[in-house]
């Protein structure tokens, strides 16, 4: 009976400290990495009582490494104090003691935050915790279970689709042209576009997609982000001109001579030529012969920088000039070329009357 009664309080003790033992705990939260390979981590502390410090290795995989400098948490500056040392399995040994017994701050918590470099895979990383003892007040030891902790590596969002604003361009001489880029999907990882020109001697592009028209001819601006390409072509051409004539031919008479007054908006020389009519021209200076119609075209034929302008035509009613004629058509009468009659012509340019046929003379 006294022998079954102490079996039975040696196994209420252990199942105790069993309970006891299992409420102590070390392990690391998962986590997973920043877009930059970065990833912290958190070494955390789970008791039912004061721990003042603890031992654990550390074992990272390939394609995992420690950055930086370890950091304690919830710790007493001065008094906790933290040793690492690297073991012949390569595992990470960390312990951290106090002198004198001071325990962490609360009964659970993270402790200790361990900087990773993470590489990019496509597969997930296992950081096991082994060997891990919790020391408590009065050097008690408390073992607890190896632990692993899932590091998940940062998982770029890739570019679906790239398009640009246009997929033909034509531009003159000289302009430019901003294009635009649409990257899907928005939160793409990098939406980074470049920019190159198949034929920088034609077109150029900057790196914000400016198209600009250096010289005739044909490029392709191409756009890339990631693996996704788009592009647009562009045509290069001379640059327009008009002419703008805006000049008044009331009352020509005959003999009058105009200076033309039409200009291109290159600024190039406007050309004049007769089409019909008695007229002569010289140095844009047209002289009318006789009343009638006469029809005058202004042009520019371009250069190697100017497309030929449209030409302007214009058409004058010049009359004689005369407003008063003597009813005796027999009297040969004299007239300037302003039609005011003249008795005693000298040196100059008349109009003459006689035998009512009017011709021009000079004298």
């Given at each position: ?12 003790m252990?199942?105790?400290s ?5 409420e ?14 970065t990833?912290?981590?958190?070494i ?10 603890f ?5 990272f995989p390939?394609?995992i ?21 690297v ?12 002198n ?9 918590g ?5 900087p990773?470099?993470?590489v990019?895979?496509?597969n ?13 007040i009065?050097?008690?030891a408390?073992y ?7 590091v998940t590596?940062?998982t ?8 640009l ?8 001489l000289?302009?430019?042209?901003q ?20 034929d ?6 900057d790196t914000?997609?400016?198209?600009y028209?250096?010289?005739l001819g ?13 592009e ?23 003999g009058?001579?105009?200076?033309l ?13 007769v089409?019909?009519?008695d007229a ?7 002289t ?5 119609k006469v ?11 100017y ?13 004689t000039?005369i ?6 058509l ?9 039609g005011a009659?003249?008795?005693n012509p000298?040196k ?11 011709t021009?003379?000079?004298?």
């Amino acid at each position: 009976m006294k022998k079954n009664r102490f079996i039975g309080i040696l196994l209420f003790m252990f199942i105790t400290s069993i309970a006891k033992a299992a409420e102590y705990e070390l392990k690391a939260a998962n986590v997973s990495a920043a877009q930059d390979g970065t990833a912290t981590l958190a070494i955390e502390l789970k008791n039912a009582g004061k721990i003042v410090g603890f031992q654990c290795d550390i074992y990272f995989p390939e394609g995992i490494t420690p950055s930086g400098e370890m950091t304690m948490m919830r710790h007493t500056e001065g008094v906790h104090t933290l040793v690492k040392k690297v073991q012949d399995d390569g595992a990470i040994r960390v312990m951290i003691y106090s002198n004198p017994n001071t325990p962490f701050t609360g009964n659970s918590g993270v402790v200790l935050n361990v900087p990773l470099n993470v590489v990019n895979s496509p597969n997930k990383y296992t950081v096991s915790l082994k060997n891990s003892v919790l020391t408590g007040i009065g050097a008690v030891a408390h073992y607890v279970s190896n632990t692993v902790t899932t590091v998940t590596p940062y998982t770029p969002i890739e570019v679906t689709s790239l398009r640009l604003s246009k997929s033909s361009l034509s531009l003159v001489l000289g302009k430019d042209y901003q294009l635009k880029a649409y990257v899907s999907p928005s939160n793409a990882t990098d939406k980074t576009v470049s920019w190159t020109s198949s034929d920088s001697t034609v077109a150029t592009v900057d790196t914000e997609g400016c198209v600009y028209a250096l010289s005739l001819g044909k490029a392709t601006i191409t756009a890339s982000c990631g693996n996704k390409k788009a592009e647009c072509k562009v045509t290069v051409a001379k640059k327009e001109q008009k002419i703008t004539w805006n000049q008044s031919f009331a009352n020509i008479k005959t003999g009058d001579m105009v200076e033309l007054k039409a200009t291109a908006s290159s600024g190039l020389e406007v050309i004049y030529t007769v089409l019909e009519g008695d007229a002569v021209l010289k140095d844009n200076c047209l002289t009318v012969n006789k009343s009638g119609k006469v029809k005058i075209e202004a042009s520019q034929p371009g250069n190697e920088e100017y497309e030929e302008a449209k030409s302007v035509v214009k058409i004058i009613d010049v009359v004689t000039g005369i407003d008063v004629i003597d009813e005796d058509l027999s009297r040969t009468m004299f007239f300037d070329i302003n039609g005011a009659p003249v008795l005693n012509p000298k040196k100059g340019i008349y109009i003459k009357i006689e035998q009512g046929k009017v011709t021009k003379v000079v004298m």
